[in-house]
């Protein structure tokens, strides 16, 4: 039987009732589709039909049989966002210092300061609070780079938060930089695969997550042959933060020569490399993640998005947040940020010249934060596309809201025009977990006291 309707209350509670049916249709009608497939483009007037966890089929009059229907004329479909590092833990002290200067200041502020005072429930705490934070943005897809897997039960505490915010979850597990801890990492992977990720069909994946070199916690963290095999042995992939400059440059040619590179590998922020370790990444596959705001923001070697040195190396990048302890949390804000900077450095570069600015465009960058996410993290089989086939992972964005209307470029309007409040509703893995505006299943006030009380703990603490 089906129903029409917007994402209202009555919707919701139909697809409730029956949401413990595998075959369970939802069919959204009458949306502007923008599929970030090649081979679909941006479909007019489009239905899209979701079955149970999957995406059934894209485009015009689609069987409305057995299906809850969702009228989603004046909206914009679009993939989830896919979001490839984030720290997680760390949400709870989010803006705590806005204006931080150097890499130094956040490492000294953070990982030497707080970090060694975290709880289990306090990496909990703030994971939760990133993951909910990002469906209610319209990331579907987060990638936690858990760098204060002090103990075993932070590493347990930081995934039970992904799990049990229902988002499309890698938790990139690291020791932490300072501190004591019990020196279980990497060992303590294969506990957590056998514990957490055993299955291939789910909504969690694992990662290692390691440093590009033993300048800021020494030699134990930074990506080498040790690292590589530990993952390999648990066929699993790589992420590598803090990826600067000369030293980072040299290491990626010592991992070219290792055999360390390859599409299962991430290298996180990629500024100030050098040509040499550019080619080595595009000859071997290597997946790039920048996060625009964090390098310009705080000053990262370069302080510029190494999207062009990306391009031309023919790595199509991922985005990311980073540390919201100084950043912002959203996608929106990570597209915009660097489709300005990249704009702007290319027109300056030809300045008075004569020649043609080459130029990325908002198609560009909310490809990146797709199907290029989805792919950095090794998921694009199962999300960053409407594709049909592909896991339902998908936004419903309100095109006729102030801000919005009237919708002339779908694509633009999502990448310039659009924030969290335009987002009607959001799916993760075909479930609602946003819906008429609202995260679900959340009790605010609960989750504001529970934030509040590992802020002060976590303060306090440190202060002591």
């Known amino acids: 039987m089906s129903s029409e309707g917007t994402t209202d209350a009555a919707v919701l509670e139909q697809l409730r009732q029956r949401s413990a049916d595998p075959r369970r249709r939802i069919l959204f009608t009458g949306a502007t589709v923008v599929t970030m497939d090649p081979r679909l483009g941006v479909l007019a007037d489009a239905d899209l039909l979701v079955e149970g966890e999957t995406i059934r089929a894209v485009g015009p009059g689609l069987d409305r049989d057995g299906a809850v229907v969702v009228d989603a004329a004046g909206t914009i479909l679009a993939p989830g966002f896919v979001d490839t590092h984030r720290h997680a833990w760390e949400t709870q002290l989010r803006r705590i210092m806005p204006d931080v ?46 760098h204060n897997s002090r103990t075993p039960e932070h590493s347990d505490a930081a995934v039970q938060a992904l799990a049990d915010t229902r988002i499309r979850g890698v938790h990139a597990a690291m020791g932490p930089h300072f501190g004591d801890w019990d020196r279980q990492w990497p060992g303590d992977l294969f506990r957590l695969k056998e514990k957490y990720f055993a299955g291939d069909d789910q909504l969690l994946t694992l990662r290692l997550a390691a440093l590009a070199t033993d300048e800021i916690a020494g030699p134990a963290l ?22 600067f400059g000369a030293s980072s440059s040299r290491a990626v040619l010592d991992w070219e020569r290792d055999g360390l590179l390859g599409p299962d590998v991430t290298l996180i922020h990629a500024t100030g490399l050098t040509p040499g370790a550019w080619r080595a990444i595009g000859e071997t596959g290597t997946t790039i993640a920048l996060a625009p705001t964090s390098d ?31 950043l912002v949390s959203d996608m929106f804000t990570q597209m915009r940020t660097l489709h300005a900077i990249q704009r702007m450095r290319a027109a300056n570069a030809v ?32 999300t960053g596309s409407l594709t049909p086939g592909k896991k339902a992972d998908l936004l ?32 993760v893995n075909g479930e609602p977990r946003k819906w008429n505006g609202r995260v679900l299943d959340v009790d605010l006030p609960a989750l504001r006291d529970e934030v509040h009380a590992s802020r002060e703990y976590v303060l306090g603490t440190t202060a002591a």
């Open 351 to 382: 300045h008075g010249t004569g020649r043609e600015p080459v130029r990325i465009t908002t198609r560009d960058v909310l490809d990146f934060a797709t199907l290029q996410g989805a792919r950095t993290n090794g998921l694009d089989g199962v």
């Open 101 to 146: 200067d150097d890499l130094a200041g956040y490492v000294m502020a953070t990982l030497a300061g707080y970090a060694p005072v975290y709880r289990p429930e306090d990496m909990y705490t703030g994971t939760k609070l990133a993951a909910l934070t990002a469906i209610d943005s319209g990331i579907t897809c987060m990638l936690d780079f858990s």
């Open 396 to 427: 419903v964005i309100r095109a006729e809201d102030l801000n919005n209307m009237p919708l002339n470029d779908p694509v633009g309007t999502v990448v310039l025009g659009s924030d969290a409040r335009n987002i009607s509703a959001v799916l």
């Open 222 to 243: 930074a990506y080498g042959p040790e690292l590589a095999r530990t993952a390999r042995d648990l066929g699993i992939g790589v992420s590598v933060d803090a990826v």
């Open 296 to 326: 310009a923001q705080i000053g990262l070697e370069t302080a510029i998005p190494a999207v062009d040195e990306a391009l031309a190396a023919g790595v199509r990048p991922g985005l990311s947040i980073d540390v919201e302890v100084a």
